[in-house]
């Protein structure tokens, strides 16, 4: 199980963060994720695992000027 906007999901083996961006069906272009402490940019989504039990924060992409 892990955390994500306060909702527990379902966890599997070798989950990456696009597995559950996927799993989601979320289509927002987040720029990065934490997981726990541990912030992951885009290019790394498909290479990056989430373990079991962990905190994931989906960080939007802010436009400011």
Same mark, same amino acid.
């Given at each position: %199980?892990?955390?994500? +906007? $306060?909702? *527990?999901?379902?966890? !599997?083996?070798?989950? &990456?963060? +696009?597995?559950?961006?996927?799993? %989601?069906?979320? @289509?927002?272009? !987040?720029?990065?994720?934490?997981? *726990? @402490?541990? !912030?992951?940019?885009?290019? *790394?989504? @498909?290479? &990056?695992?989430?373990? $079991?039990? +962990?905190?994931?924060?989906?960080?939007? %992409?802010? +436009?400011?000027?």
């Amino acid at each position: %199980m892990i955390r994500v +906007a $306060d909702e *527990n999901l379902p966890w !599997y083996e070798g989950m &990456t963060v +696009a597995d559950l961006l996927r799993d %989601m069906g979320e @289509t927002h272009p !987040y720029p990065v994720v934490r997981i *726990n @402490t541990q !912030y992951v940019s885009r290019p *790394n989504f @498909t290479r &990056t695992v989430i373990p $079991d039990e +962990a905190v994931v924060y989906l960080i939007p %992409m802010i +436009a400011g000027g």
